[in-house]
């Protein structure tokens, strides 16, 4: 906004200066301070583009003569047609309402001299202004948008005189032409031909066109102004002729013009490092640039954020920048395992693995897991990491009814939101991670819309603001992730399309991969420091040392050296709290296991009841936040008790089955709840097996009595032969 093609950029920077900051302060100011004055100023304002060396020098020279010019002027710093505009108004007024205004602008001159800083005579203005502005409707001198700076000058002119300025200027030219007429016998013409004119702006007009044809006609004389500079006095002029037996001697021989040098800039005011600086055509040129281009500039940008602002209210687009947690751990499992596997199938989808590649652009990275296993949380911190926007679609919100990626289907508003932006990320097409989560709540037939996205084709079908299209991704950067759990809400198996399962590299980030299973066992310890404040003492300072008190406990070995300065103290307490911690995790290991082995059984093969305890790193964490270093083993046990006897009370119907699954791994069970736990598994076998035979006649029955007393017939069985064994 500083800059356009009529206005210099440092011309702009040293207007601003001249208007914002104290006229004495400046007046004061030597040219070095002058500088250090200007580049203190623009040194924040990066949105003007100032050049450091440049501009701000350029600026300063500018400054000081606009300075000096605006002291030297002192009134003629009014351009000569506002003064001579005024002229033709207070000339016209009767003698009365002079004497009234006189009277009434030298009474307040008197107050303003004494207080210089008083807004008290803006009244006073405003009045002339009135009158000025009628004036100018009635002869159309001038435009009456200028009435307020007339009687600016008026009042200033008339505080403490009755005269108006005069110009040097003006009275050169006046003679000069008073002259031409005389040498060519053309003065007594010229008198009579205004005299005779019978209206008062008549008489000015035809002044104005007599002068004006000497100006164009005679620019020999007088070389040190052009014709343009000229022209700018005409009015004066004009007011020196009709009014000089009016007006008294008082005249100020001051030029508005100066050559600047040296300047550094590059623009169509500057010529070869010159400037003319014209002090009248600076100061309108710099005001109306000011009022109309600078103005209307920020209206745009104001506009323009408002509109940004509302969009991206309206996009929510808040939500779709990726924010890490700050309890995140870049573990060794993350950063040996995770980050290579993944990083594989995200240079295939973002391209990077090479255009003249088959695999360029296609994929789908598909992750399952028990939840608290940091899917979401692990995608959000590698889409921040690539400056990716992170679009999160909800499974759960869109639910199985919806089978169509168009908003209009929706039957709820959250469903609805989730389909919008889906979209919009397929709008966005470039620089985006399109997170799914929880899939095993959406329809098949909703995912199978992501088939041909997920293969060389790079392509969907989407609605964007109710109108149907086609997004070609192919040469973008877009990647697809979903992620989901091995259970529905429903206790249904995960289910996804075969056809989209091929397109995929699929990870269960709750199971072991590889040979891996030091790293994953490592991992719940390394995510579970920031939990405990003891831990978070030791992961804050040297992070190696976790790995070498890990070993210690683990191996019983005293050989690696602690990197950090530690007490004995503290390392007895690290040590305590690691063992408790690793005896814990082992905990959750088996727990993770089961619940894997569990979700991965088909119903008809069960031979008890679907175990649903979950052992992640969320369980890790809860757990260990709860872990002092005087807490023994009892109380150790109990804390995991509690918390899976806490954790089972969600499963309604399962929760004695799965507590009662629980304290078997973990070799707490007793023998009343062994006992408990096989009639359960008996109760759940037999039930498991009329399944299949439902509600629908009453074969359900029949074959329960059957099976009854087929296994009557056993007990009969087996007392019989017991009873054979010991006659024999």
């Given at each position: 906004?500083?800059?356009?093609?009529?206005?210099?950029?440092?011309?702009?920077?040293?207007?601003?200066l001249?208007?914002?900051?104290?006229?004495?302060?400046?007046q004061?100011?030597?040219?070095?301070?002058?500088?250090?004055?200007?580049?203190?100023?623009?040194?924040?304002?990066?949105?003007?583009?100032?050049?450091?060396?440049?501009?701000?020098?350029?600026?300063?020279?500018?400054?000081?003569?606009?300075?000096?010019?605006?002291?030297e002027?002192?009134?003629?710093?009014?351009r000569?047609?506002l003064?001579?505009?005024?002229?033709?108004?207070?000339?016209?007024?009767?003698?009365?309402?002079?004497?009234?205004?006189d009277?009434?602008?030298?009474?307040?001159?008197?107050?303003?001299?004494?207080?210089?800083?008083?807004?008290?005579?803006?009244?006073?203005?405003?009045?002339?202004?009135?009158?000025?502005?009628?004036?100018?409707?009635?002869?159309?001198?001038?435009?009456?948008?200028?009435?307020?700076?007339?009687?600016?000058?008026?009042?200033e002119?008339?505080?403490?005189?009755?005269?108006?300025?005069?110009?040097?200027?003006?009275?050169?030219?006046?003679e000069?032409?008073?002259?031409?007429?005389?040498?060519?016998?053309?003065?007594?013409?010229?008198?009579?031909?205004?005299?005779?004119i019978?209206?008062?702006?008549?008489?000015?007009?035809?002044?104005?066109?007599?002068?004006?044809?000497?100006?164009?006609?005679?620019?020999?004389?007088?070389?040190?102004?052009?014709?343009?500079?000229?022209?700018?006095?005409?009015?004066?002029?004009?007011?020196?002729?009709?009014f000089?037996?009016?007006?008294?001697?008082?005249?100020?021989?001051?030029?508005?013009?100066?050559?600047?040098t040296?300047?550094?800039?590059?623009?169509?005011?500057?010529?070869e490092?010159?400037y003319?600086?014209?002090?009248?055509?600076?100061?309108?040129?710099?005001?109306?640039?000011?009022d109309?281009?600078?103005?209307?500039?920020?209206?745009?940008?104001?506009?323009?954020h408002?509109?940004?602002?509302?969009?991206?209210?309206?996009?929510?687009?808040?939500?779709?920048?990726?924010?890490?947690?700050?309890?995140?751990?870049?573990?060794?499992?993350?950063?040996?395992?995770?980050?290579?596997?993944?990083?594989d199938?995200?240079?295939?989808?973002?391209?990077?693995?090479g255009?003249?590649?088959?695999?360029?652009?296609?994929?789908?990275?598909?992750?399952?897991?028990?939840?608290?296993?940091?899917?979401?949380?692990?995608?959000?911190?590698?889409?921040?990491?690539?400056?990716?926007?992170?679009?999160?679609?909800?499974?759960?919100a869109i639910?199985?009814?919806?089978?169509?990626?168009?908003?209009?289907?929706?039957n709820n508003?959250a469903?609805?939101?989730?389909?919008?932006?889906?979209?919009?990320a397929?709008?966005?097409?470039?620089?985006?991670?399109?997170?799914?989560?929880?899939?095993?709540?959406?329809?098949?037939?909703?995912?199978?819309?992501?088939?041909?996205?997920?293969?060389?084709?790079?392509?969907?079908?989407g609605?964007?603001?109710?109108?149907?299209?086609?997004?070609?991704?192919?040469?973008?950067?877009f990647?697809?992730?979903?992620?989901g759990?091995?259970?529905?809400?429903?206790?249904?198996?995960?289910?996804?399309?075969?056809?989209?399962?091929n397109?995929?590299?699929?990870?269960?980030?709750?199971?072991?991969?590889?040979?891996?299973?030091?790293?994953?066992?490592?991992?719940?310890?390394?995510?579970s420091?920031?939990?405990?404040?003891?831990?978070?003492?030791?992961?804050?300072?040297h992070?190696?040392?976790?790995y070498?008190?890990?070993?210690?406990?683990?191996?019983?070995?005293?050989?690696?050296?602690?990197?950090?300065?530690?007490?004995?103290?503290?390392?007895?307490?690290?040590?305590?709290?690691l063992?408790?911690?690793?005896?814990?995790?082992?905990?959750?290991?088996?727990?993770?296991?089961?619940?894997?082995?569990?979700?991965?059984?088909?119903?008809?093969?069960?031979?008890?009841?679907?175990?649903?305890?979950?052992?992640?790193?969320?369980?890790?964490?809860?757990?260990?936040a709860?872990?002092?270093?005087?807490?023994?083993?009892?109380?150790?046990?109990?804390?995991?008790?509690?918390?899976?006897?806490?954790?089972?009370?969600t499963l309604?119907?399962?929760?004695?089955?799965n507590?009662?699954?629980?304290?078997?791994l973990?070799?707490?069970?007793?023998?009343?709840?062994?006992?408990?736990?096989?009639?359960i598994?008996?109760?759940?076998?037999?039930n498991?097996?009329?399944?299949?035979?439902?509600?629908?006649?009453?074969?359900?029955?029949?074959?329960?009595?059957?099976?009854?007393?087929?296994?009557?017939?056993?007990?009969?069985?087996?007392?019989?032969?017991?009873?054979?064994?010991?006659?024999?």
């Open positions: 906004m500083s800059e356009n093609s009529l206005v210099y950029r440092s011309e702009y920077l040293a207007y601003k001249f208007t914002r900051l104290p006229e004495a302060k400046l004061k100011a030597t040219q070095e301070q002058l500088l250090k004055i200007v580049q203190e100023e623009s040194s924040g304002d990066y949105s003007e583009g100032y050049i450091k060396g440049v501009h701000d020098v350029d600026a300063s020279k500018i400054l000081g003569v606009l300075i000096r010019k605006h002291h002027l002192g009134i003629l710093k009014y000569p047609e003064r001579a505009y005024a002229q033709y108004f207070w000339n016209s007024l009767s003698p009365e309402l002079i004497a009234e205004l009277q009434v602008i030298k009474a307040s001159g008197e107050v303003f001299a004494v207080f210089p800083d008083t807004q008290e005579y803006q009244f006073i203005i405003h009045q002339l202004g009135l009158h000025i502005k009628e004036f100018a409707k009635n002869t159309q001198l001038f435009e009456p948008d200028l009435s307020d700076k007339i009687s600016a000058y008026i009042f002119e008339l505080q403490s005189d009755n005269d108006f300025v005069r110009s040097n200027v003006a009275i050169t030219l006046k000069n032409f008073i002259s031409a007429l005389k040498k060519q016998n053309a003065d007594i013409k010229f008198r009579t031909s205004f005299e005779a019978p209206t008062y702006q008549g008489k000015i007009r035809l002044i104005k066109q007599w002068v004006s044809a000497f100006i164009q006609s005679n620019s020999e004389l007088d070389t040190s102004l052009n014709i343009d500079l000229k022209m700018i006095y005409l009015d004066e002029v004009v007011c020196r002729i009709l000089e037996d009016e007006s008294v001697s008082k005249s100020k021989a001051v030029l508005p013009v100066e050559k600047i040296g300047l550094h800039g590059d623009h169509s005011v500057l010529s490092g010159q003319i600086f014209n002090y009248h055509k600076f100061i309108e040129r710099l005001e109306n640039f000011v109309v281009e600078v103005n209307s500039y920020n209206a745009f940008r104001e506009a323009k408002q509109v940004t602002e509302e969009l991206k209210s309206d996009l929510k687009l808040e939500e779709f920048k990726p924010r890490v947690l700050t309890s995140f751990v870049r573990n060794k499992l993350i950063d040996q395992v995770y980050f290579p596997l993944f990083g199938n995200l240079a295939k989808q973002l391209g990077t693995v255009g003249n590649k088959r695999t360029d652009r296609m994929g789908l990275l598909l992750l399952i897991s028990p939840p608290g296993y940091g899917k979401t949380t692990l995608m959000e911190y590698i889409a921040n990491r690539l400056g990716l926007v992170f679009m999160k679609i909800n499974g759960p639910g199985h009814e919806i089978t169509s990626v168009d908003p209009a289907a929706a508003s469903s609805r939101e989730e389909l919008k932006k889906l979209n919009l397929f709008e966005m097409e470039n620089n985006v991670m399109l997170y799914l989560d929880d899939i095993q709540h959406c329809n098949p037939e909703f995912l199978q819309k992501f088939i041909s996205l997920s293969d060389g084709s790079r392509k969907i079908e609605v964007y603001n109710g109108k149907p299209k086609t997004y070609d991704l192919r040469g973008k950067k990647c697809v992730i979903m992620a759990n091995p259970y529905t809400e429903s206790g249904e198996k995960f289910k996804i399309p075969d056809m989209l399962a397109r995929a590299n699929i990870y269960n980030l709750g199971d072991i991969i590889g040979d891996t299973e030091h790293l994953f066992k490592l991992s719940l310890i390394e995510n420091l920031t939990a405990n404040p003891i831990l978070r003492q030791l992961g804050s300072t992070f190696e040392d976790l070498t008190l890990i070993n210690r406990v683990e191996n019983n070995s005293q050989d690696d050296q602690l990197i950090g300065n530690y007490s004995a103290q503290e390392v007895q307490e690290y040590q305590a709290v063992k408790k911690v690793v005896s814990l995790r082992d905990t959750i290991l088996k727990v993770n296991a089961a619940y894997i082995k569990s979700a991965a059984m088909e119903d008809e093969y069960r031979t008890e009841p679907s175990f649903k305890l979950q052992g992640s790193y969320r369980d890790m964490n809860k757990l260990v709860k872990i002092v270093p005087i807490m023994n083993d009892k109380e150790l046990d109990e804390l995991l008790l509690s918390h899976y006897e806490s954790e089972s009370q309604t119907a399962s929760a004695e089955a507590l009662l699954k629980y304290k078997e973990v070799g707490s069970i007793s023998l009343e709840q062994e006992q408990r736990w096989l009639n598994k008996e109760i759940f076998l037999k498991n097996k009329l399944k299949g035979f439902g509600n629908k006649n009453d074969m359900s029955q029949i074959i329960a009595q059957m099976m009854s007393f087929s296994e009557n017939l056993q007990g009969i069985r087996e007392v019989l032969v017991s009873g054979i064994e010991k006659r024999e």
